[in-house]
């Protein structure tokens, strides 16, 4: 039975858009200005007219950067805002937008239900799931599946000039291959589409402790 439902949800997470720090806590800065998409549409209308302006702008998900790359004294345009997720349980693929945490991925396609092929660590894990595919990804069942790019169907890269541009091995390959794992360099990774499979008989976890000082 299909179920293409469209799922809204709001996120649990809220970004700090003053005072901001990278995952490190090492860098802080604080940006002029703050633009918040709420759909691709919106955020290629915000990239071309700073493209346009010839202003410089710097893309922000969760922060999970360590040396500041997401943090900014100017303009500073956060993704949180886009969270649409449809997950079409017939053709087992789920399509996120870029505000998606992978916790929110999983709830939305029943973990334990169903996962995807590859994710980062452990499912509830508040990072993004566009931001983790354009710096990597890699998780506990790489071994088997490859990394994360591997489970990719397709995406839709926003250029920095406002162009949208639909991307898969099959369309516009050249700009599918070097979105995925480009840090961004070409564009940002507005949506995607990853592959669901059923989840096995067993889960693996790990229990890390640690001290701080």
Same mark, same amino acid.
């Given at each position: 039975?299909?179920?293409?439902?469209?799922?809204?949800?709001?996120?649990?997470?809220?970004?700090?858009?003053?005072?901001?720090? #990278?995952?490190?806590?090492?860098?802080?800065?604080?940006?002029? @200005?703050?633009?918040?998409?709420? =759909? @691709?549409?919106?955020?290629?209308?915000?990239?071309?007219? *700073? =493209?346009?302006?010839?202003?410089?702008?710097? @893309?922000?998900?969760?922060?999970?950067?360590?040396?500041?790359?997401?943090l900014t004294?100017?303009?500073?345009?956060?993704?949180?805002?886009?969270?649409?997720? =449809? +997950?079409?349980?017939?053709?087992?693929?789920?399509?996120?937008?870029?505000?998606?945490?992978? #916790?929110?991925?999983? =709830?939305?396609?029943?973990?334990?239900?169903?996962?995807?092929?590859?994710?980062?660590?452990?499912?509830?894990?508040?990072?993004?799931?566009?931001?983790?595919?354009?710096?990597?990804?890699?998780? +506990?069942?790489?071994?088997?599946h490859g990394?994360?790019?591997?489970?990719?169907?397709?995406?839709?890269?926003?250029?920095?000039?406002?162009?949208?541009?639909?991307?898969?091995?099959?369309?516009?390959?050249?700009? +599918?291959? *070097?979105?995925?794992?480009?840090?961004?360099?070409?564009?940002?990774?507005?949506? @995607?589409?990853?592959?669901?499979?059923?989840?096995?008989?067993?889960?693996?976890?790990?229990?890390?402790?640690?001290?701080?000082?």
């Amino acid at each position: 039975m299909k179920n293409d439902k469209l799922y809204k949800i709001d996120s649990d997470f809220s970004q700090k858009r003053f005072g901001q720090t #990278d995952f490190g806590g090492i860098y802080h800065s604080t940006p002029h @200005i703050s633009e918040t998409p709420s =759909n @691709i549409e919106e955020l290629a209308l915000i990239l071309k007219k *700073y =493209n346009e302006e010839n202003t410089p702008v710097t @893309i922000r998900n969760t922060g999970h950067s360590t040396n500041g790359q997401t943090l900014t004294d100017g303009v500073q345009i956060v993704l949180e805002k886009m969270k649409k997720i =449809n +997950f079409d349980e017939e053709k087992m693929e789920v399509t996120v937008d870029a505000g998606v945490s992978w #916790d929110e991925l999983m =709830n939305a396609i029943s973990l334990p239900k169903y996962c995807t092929k590859v994710f980062p660590n452990n499912p509830g894990q508040k990072i993004h799931v566009t931001g983790n595919a354009s710096v990597g990804g890699a998780g +506990f069942y790489s071994s088997k599946h490859g990394g994360l790019w591997n489970t990719v169907k397709r995406l839709t890269l926003v250029t920095m000039t406002g162009e949208i541009i639909e991307c898969s091995l099959d369309k516009n390959k050249d700009y +599918f291959t *070097y979105a995925l794992g480009g840090f961004g360099r070409i564009g940002v990774i507005a949506d @995607i589409t990853l592959e669901v499979v059923k989840s096995k008989s067993h889960v693996l976890s790990v229990l890390v402790f640690y001290i701080t000082a």
